[in-house]
């Protein structure tokens, strides 16, 4: 059972309001740990759904095939009570201030328990689970299932921080050029010492167009053999200039030749990596 209910199974109180939020499966999970939680207690149990869809849902799980479960329509005809009972409404945030007030005085002159869940869809002021809540009924929050533990980790120092993530199993996001290259380094450098990775290293050139955006780059139809590209070299300080010869179909690779000598040489481009 979940933390909230072996705490309510403690207490025991004649009103209370289970809240937690969670799709179809989550409410049927916490109505199904209501149920047993009374049923362990020796209550026979009656639930109410808000509305229809809530009420199939309910059905729809097998621990719940032999509970009786009714709308909120019951409560206007003039519901019956099973003295020293408990009653459990899923979704009571949907209960008009009417039918909230017929169930809590049935409930009163037939000494019966009643369980409301809040799934959170509802959170006017005016509501009478609201109501309610700000006359200090007591409110359990239900988290379901088992918890895991976690620890969190501080460290201020963004290398130290870095190095911590290399070292475990963990997933980290940075945004920015200079912490990108921090947390990779910090990586490769946990990984050589593991000896995962050759401490050898190689240095791959690849050109990248500078003429297309970003998405265009990596469209094998943009590029078309005969085209010119031009690329600075800084140590002589002139222009490397290189022809497309072809476009290969099957790998990502341009073959390009150089203008000067005409000589084909194959480098792999960043269009499509």
């Known amino acids: ?15 209370a309001i289970v809240s937690g939020q969670g799709g179809a499966a989550g409410q049927r999970e916490r109505v199904a740990e209501l149920v047993m939680m009374a049923r362990e207690q020796g209550r026979e149990v009656q639930i109410i759904a808000a509305d229809r869809r809530s009420q199939m849902n309910l059905k729809q799980d097998e621990r719940l095939s032999g509970e009786l ?17 408990t009653v459990i409404v899923d979704q009571g945030e949907k209960l008009s201030l009417k039918e909230t007030l017929t169930l809590l005085d049935g409930a009163a002159r037939h ?57 475990e199993e963990s997933v980290a996001q940075v945004s920015g050029v200079r912490e990108q290259a921090i947390l990779t380094q910090a990586i490769r450098s946990e990984l050589k010492t593991q000896g995962v990775l050759g401490h050898p290293e190689v240095t791959m050139t690849a050109l990248s167009p500078v003429w297309l955006d970003s998405r265009s780059r990596y469209l094998r139809d943009m590029y078309r053999p005969g085209m010119v590209m031009e690329q600075w070299n800084p140590e002589t300080r002139s222009h490397d200039r290189y022809v497309i010869d ?6 990502c690779w341009l073959i390009i030749c150089r203008m000067a000598s005409g000589l084909p040489v194959i480098i792999p481009t960043a269009v499509w990596w």
Do not use: H
């Open 69 to 85: 479960i009714t709308g909120r329509r019951q409560l206007q005809e003039g519901m019956t009570f099973t003295p020293g009972s």
């Open 246 to 251: 072809r476009v290969t179909e099957r790998a």
């Open 1 to 15: 059972m979940a933390d909230a209910v072996s705490v309510l199974a403690q207490d025991r109180p004649s009103l």
């Open 111 to 167: 000494n019966v328990q009643v369980l409301i869940t809040d799934s959170g869809q509802r959170t006017g002021t005016g509501s009478a689970l609201m109501a309610m809540k700000d006359a200090g009924v007591n409110i359990y929050s239900w988290q379901g299932g088992e918890q895991r533990p976690a620890t969190i980790i501080s460290e201020p120092d963004r290398n130290v921080r870095y190095a911590r993530l290399a070292g």
